[in-house]
């Protein structure tokens, strides 16, 4: 019995060596593959799912034991912070409107107010070479492939494939990732490529004399119609001119916190049906800011 | 024995795998990823050396492929490199059973490297290669845990009488 078993051991052996070799063939090249890659995805999503878990639970553990005084301080601090933005939001939403009137008679197509929702990381970064993430949402929340994902601080990655329930969050670091930016300062443009997990990203093809310097913040350019435009993707740090060479080396930290952040927004492009939207909002806002003048001209009147 | 004895150990040896792959993705500070032992190829080893007539190379190169869709690499390619190991710990279960703990460690440290040589063949040819020394650190920490894996695996074996 032993004997007959290792006979067959090389022959076994064999075999699914050449299977590998069809399935990483088919893999690499055959796209209709990633229904099988899905389906394997979706069998294994409870994993991910019970991998999380001691983390939500020490999360929890963490939130309840806060004492009072750190809530009391915490309160303050955000409702502060929520009185700032929601001034800045007037602004930007007079802005916006002035901007789409603006693009209106210069008869170009605008992109306002566009559509986001809040995914949770799952078993972030598991393994040290691949700049990939488990998000916990997928097909069921409408997410696609090739949609951009964004962080609190910059641009995150975006989905390379989706599972019914998860999806694969490609981030901006992966060798295989490249985001076309532009320098917030000069408005030259650049793609931003990644160089691996934990490694900064690469400005390639800038030519050596390009007017670009340490500390200069490279956003999104909304070329190649897949990142949405003026999202910050990181900041120049260090530029190295090669003598004999057309091109330098310009590497890029990224702004957003890449394997700190653990909830990233979805971003889907909308269509000018947003934009009424966004006109009603202002509205409302500006009855609001109305009346309440009225009411303080009012009070002032009276004790007046 | 029989058919619900053979259950039973199948059941038993594919939740110890489960186990291991939940190892494989369990989320880690960022400077203690590249120490992550190879959780799931350990597990394969110890099954192979005590069972070979239960677990094989098709169940290894199954788990092989399980890590591939777990870790988003191309498919087959860890499926390809647990077979190999898988191939070489059948092929020489008895000396390895016989042999002391410390030349265990030593065989660990060989499937391990081997393992990932070939994994970081087939990165190459992807174009994924990993950039950095620290790739070859679980082949250390592997055979560190070789000991701790082994034995806590041989008292579930004893135990539930895994045959």
Not at chain 1, 65 to 72: A, D, I, N, R, T
Not at chain 1, 73 to 83: I, P
Not at chain 1, 99 to 105: D, E, K, V
Not at chain 1, 257 to 262: A, F, I, S
Request: net charge positive; proline share 4%; hydrophobic share 50%.
């Amino acid at each position: 019995m032993l004997f007959n078993n290792s006979q067959y051991l090389g022959i076994r052996f064999t075999f699914f060596l050449i299977l590998s070799i069809i399935v990483m063939v088919m893999d690499h090249r055959n796209h209709q593959f990633g229904t099988i890659r899905g389906m394997l995805s979706d069998a294994m999503a409870p994993l991910q799912y019970t991998v999380n878990w001691p983390m939500a639970l020490t999360q929890r553990l963490k939130d309840n034991v806060h004492s009072k005084h750190e809530l009391v301080t915490e309160n303050t601090h955000l409702k502060m912070q929520n009185l700032l933005l929601k001034a800045k939001v007037q602004n930007i939403l007079a802005l916006q409107k002035e901007n789409t009137s603006l693009r209106a008679l210069l008869k170009s197509s605008s992109q306002i107010l566009d559509h986001v929702a809040v995914a949770q990381l799952l078993a972030i970064n598991m393994d040290a070479y691949i700049a990939q993430a488990i998000l916990d949402k997928g097909k069921d929340d409408k997410v696609y492939v090739g949609q951009p994902v964004l962080g609190a601080n910059g641009v995150m990655g975006q989905v390379i494939q989706v599972g019914r329930w998860t999806s694969r969050l490609m981030l901006i670091t992966d060798t295989r990732s490249a985001v076309p930016v532009v320098n917030d300062r000069t408005g030259m443009r650049a793609i931003a490529v990644g160089t691996g997990a934990f490694r900064p990203l690469s400005l390639i093809n800038v030519p050596d004399t390009a007017d670009i310097a340490v500390g200069d913040r490279v956003s999104t350019s909304g070329l190649g119609l897949l990142y949405p435009v003026g999202y910050p993707v990181g900041i120049v740090t260090s530029i190295r001119k090669k003598p004999g060479e057309q091109f330098s080396d310009v590497v890029v930290s990224p702004t957003a916190h890449l394997y700190r952040d653990t909830q990233v927004l979805l971003y889907w492009h909308t269509k000018a049906g947003m934009v009424d939207e966004a006109a009603s909002q202002l509205k409302q806002m500006q009855q609001e800011d109305k009346n309440m003048n009225q009411q303080i001209i009012e009070r002032v009147r009276d004790g007046g | 024995m029989g058919v619900n004895s053979t259950g039973r150990s199948l059941t038993i040896i594919y939740l110890t795998f489960v186990f291991a792959l939940l190892l494989t993705i369990f989320p880690m500070p960022t400077w203690l990823l590249w120490f992550r032992p190879e959780w799931a190829l350990l597990f394969v080893i110890y099954w192979i050396v005590a069972l070979p007539n239960r677990v094989g190379i098709a169940t290894s190169w199954c788990i092989g492929l399980l890590v591939d869709v777990l870790n988003g690499a191309t498919l087959g390619e860890h499926a390809m490199a647990f077979a190999l190991v898988a191939y070489l710990a059948a092929k020489s279960f008895r000396q390895f059973r016989m042999s002391a703990w410390w030349q265990q460690m030593i065989s660990v440290s060989i499937f391990v490297a081997l393992y990932q040589l070939l994994i970081f063949f087939l990165e190459g040819i992807t174009g994924t290669i990993p950039k950095t020394v620290l790739y070859w650190l679980p082949i250390l920490t592997s055979m560190l845990v070789w000991p701790l894996v082994f034995i806590v695996l041989r008292r579930i074996r004893r135990r539930y009488q895994v045959t």
